[in-house]
T-cell receptor
Framework: DAGVIQSPRHEVTEMGQEVTLRCKPI?????LFWYRQTMMRGLELLIY????????DSGMPEDRFSAKMPNASFSTLKIQPSEPRDSAVYFC?????????????FGPGTRLTVT | GESVGLHLPTLSVQEGDNSIINCAYS??????FIWYKQESGKGPQFIID?????DKRQGQRVTVLLNKTVKHLSLQIAATQPGDSAVYFC???????????FGKGTTLSVSS
C-alpha cells in the first residue's frame, strides 16, 4: 500500500497567489482529513470529509480556504489569496471509518511557504 | 473546553532505558485515545490506540495506559532505541466523536 500521497511536498509562493494542495487517500478509506501544523498552534484539523462529503469544516480559518473531494481517491485544499501567515505544513490523513474514533493515517505533508 | 496537553515538552533517555510519556486530557466524555510518533520532516505515524473501556493495551515494545479517574494517558516504550527519537503526540476524540484533538507533543531524545 502506498499510503496517503500528497503533492507537492514543498511549495513556495508569493503573497496573493493561489495555492492548491493535493491528496490521494489510502484506497478503501472513506474518511479524509486536512490538518495544518505550526510550531505555535500545533496540529489543527481544518476539514473532515466522510464518503466525499464535507462533515466538519469548522476549522477552516476563513473564506480564503476551500477544500473539495470530487471522488473517493482525490481531494484538494485551496488557498486564494495566500498570505504569509498561511505558511505551515499541511497534512492530509485518511481513515477506514469516519470521525475521531479510528486511527488516521497521515501523508508526508506539504510544506507551504508564503513570502 | 476541550484540551489535550502534555506534562513535559522534552524527555531525554539513554538507549535501553524504558521511556514514559504522559498526557493529560480534559474531556471526560472522550472514549478514544491515540498516540502518534512524528519524525522530522515526516507525517505523524500511528503507534497505538485505546478505547475508554480498557485501562491498558500493549503493542510491540509499547504500552498505553489510560486512567479515566484522573484523565491521564501514558505511553511506555520498552528498551528505548535511537530510532525512537521523535516527537510524540497524544490525541483524544472530541465530544461529538467526529474529530481527533491533538496535544502539543513531547520530544523524546535517545542517546546511545
Amino acid at each position: 500500500d502506498a499510503g496517503v500521497i500528497q503533492s507537492p511536498r514543498h511549495e513556495v509562493t508569493e503573497m496573493g497567489q493561489e495555492v492548491t494542495l493535493r491528496c490521494k487517500p489510502i484506497s478503501g478509506h472513506n474518511s479524509l482529513f486536512w490538518y495544518r501544523q505550526t510550531m505555535m498552534r500545533g496540529l489543527e484539523l481544518l476539514i473532515y470529509f466522510n464518503n466525499n462529503v464535507p462533515i466538519d469544516d469548522s476549522g477552516m480559518p476563513e473564506d480564503r480556504f476551500s477544500a473539495k473531494m470530487p471522488n473517493a481517491s482525490f481531494s484538494t485544499l485551496k488557498i486564494q489569496p495566500s498570505e504569509p501567515r498561511d505558511s505551515a505544513v499541511y497534512f492530509c490523513a485518511s481513515s477506514l471509518r469516519g470521525g475521531g474514533s479510528y486511527e488516521q493515517y497521515f501523508g508526508p505533508g506539504t510544506r507551504l511557504t508564503v513570502t | 473546553g476541550e484540551s489535550v496537553g502534555l506534562h513535559l515538552p522534552t524527555l531525554s533517555v539513554q538507549e535501553g532505558d524504558n521511556s514514559i510519556i504522559n498526557c493529560a486530557y480534559s474531556n471526560s466524555a472522550s472514549d478514544y485515545f491515540i498516540w502518534y510518533k512524528q519524525e522530522s520532516g515526516k507525517g505523524p505515524q500511528f503507534i497505538i490506540d485505546i478505547r475508554s473501556n480498557m485501562d491498558k493495551r500493549q503493542g510491540q515494545r509499547v504500552t498505553v495506559l489510560l486512567n479515566k479517574t484522573v484523565k491521564h494517558l501514558s505511553l511506555q516504550i520498552a528498551a528505548t532505541q535511537p530510532g525512537d527519537s521523535a516527537v510524540y503526540f497524544c490525541a483524544e476524540n472530541n465530544e461529538a466523536g467526529t474529530a481527533l484533538i491533538f496535544g502539543k507533543g513531547t520530544t523524546l531524545s535517545v542517546s546511545s
